[in-house]
């Protein structure tokens, strides 16, 4: 299985709220996983990746930040929510482990929309 | 930097209509190409891919062929259905020092009428 969990499926917070998103994976041990946001018209953005425990890299200098305590879990932070926030935020996982290539092929999970007021 | 440029939508057809929706890329060497989709409601989903030059891509009737000398992957089907209403995107992938990264296009919403 390679079921991929997101919660929660929608939010709603006030600007300089904290925020927690947390995404788990079932399947295979260590696995690569991501962090997208799909904002109006913007398409598909990568946020952060992680090849492992405790390792994260970040793609664009922003106001969130990420965490990977346990090999099958994700968390997408911000301690001050702005209201560019707001978006559909996607985690994924690729078929390779590690620092091992990858074919290419992500895994999504359904999403967590969030909308900052 | 490596992008990917999609057209932009909506676009909008009758059932059984000729469908493309065109994508290209800017990369250095040789990426492989995707096109996922998102249904409503739902996560993306890998519909096809392509790995090197003049590779065809196919899946559920759905067509795409890398060509390196126009740096294209556009997406086409015969014969859409209502179903097929969903955004499409187009994406490259990149390869880095651990794991991949896709590099996706801003998505192209397709909604096909009766």
């Known amino acids: 299985s390679q079921t991929i969990h997101q919660w929660p499926a929608t939010l709603v917070q006030p600007v300089g709220s904290p925020l927690s998103l947390e995404c788990t994976v079932e399947g295979t041990s260590n696995p690569n996983l991501y962090w997208y946001r799909q904002a109006a018209g913007r398409g598909l953005q990568l946020l952060f990746y992680s090849i492992g425990i405790d390792q994260i890299s970040s793609e664009v200098p922003q106001n969130l930040s990420a965490s990977r305590p346990q090999d099958r879990q994700f968390i997408l932070s911000s301690k001050k929510l702005l209201l560019s926030d707001s978006g559909f935020y996607l985690c994924a996982r690729g078929t390779g482990q590690g620092v091992e290539k990858n074919t290419g092929e992500l895994f999504f999970g359904e999403g967590s929309r969030l909308t900052v007021l | 930097g490596d992008s990917v440029t999609q057209m932009e939508g909506p676009v909008t057809l009758s059932e059984e209509a000729f469908l493309t929706i065109n994508c290209t890329y800017t990369?250095?060497?040789?990426?492989?190409l995707f096109w996922y989709v998102q249904y409503p409601g739902e996560g993306l989903q890998l519909l096809l891919k392509?790995?090197?030059?003049?590779d065809k891509g196919s899946n559920k009737g759905f067509e795409a062929t890398y060509r390196k000398e126009t740096t294209s992957f556009h997406l086409e089907k015969g014969s859409v259905q209502v179903s097929d209403s969903a955004v499409y995107f187009c994406?490259?992938?990149?390869?880095?020092?651990?794991?991949?990264?896709?590099?996706f296009g801003t998505g192209t919403q397709l909604k096909v009428e009766l």
């Open positions: 990369a250095t060497g040789y990426p492989s």
């Open positions: 994406a490259l992938e990149k390869l880095t020092g651990g794991g991949n990264k896709l590099t």
């Open positions: 392509a790995t090197k030059a003049d």
